[in-house]
């Protein structure tokens, strides 16, 4: 099992950056990827941004250029560093980590309980 704390959400002005942290435990060594999601009122979680375990990254079309994706291995912490932050940007954001569970290659999936980040126009 992996067990996900996120945290640094909060309220922030429009154009204002806020930086967002995953602390993993458990089964930390078994995680092949870190992912961020975010879900506003009334709409589906979408996913925001991926961080693999050899360090490539992804992101939504939506917040590439703004968000950057980062790991402290030594940590087992991921952050999202959000800048350039627009009113749309407000949504409850979750932590995800896809772990590979034996040697097939079946993973599972962990999320955490999710921090509220909202921008004020």
């Known amino acids: 099992q992996v067990q996900l704390v996120e945290s640094g959400g909060g309220l922030v002005q429009a154009g204002g950056s806020l930086r967002l942290s995953c602390a993993a435990s458990g089964r930390v060594r078994s995680i092949t990827s870190t992912s961020w999601y975010r879900q506003a009122p009334g709409k589906q979680r979408d996913w925001v941004a991926s961080l693999s375990s050899s360090g490539s990254t992804n992101y939504a079309d939506s917040v590439k250029d703004r968000f950057t994706i980062s790991g402290d291995k030594a940590k087992n912490t991921v952050f999202l560093q959000m800048n350039s932050l627009k009113p749309e940007d407000t949504a409850v954001y979750y932590c995800?980590?896809?772990?590979?569970?034996?040697?097939?290659?079946?993973?599972?999936?962990?999320w955490g309980q999710g921090t509220q980040v909202t921008v004020s126009s």
């Open positions: 995800n980590t896809i772990s590979t569970v034996n040697i097939e290659g079946s993973t599972v999936q962990h």
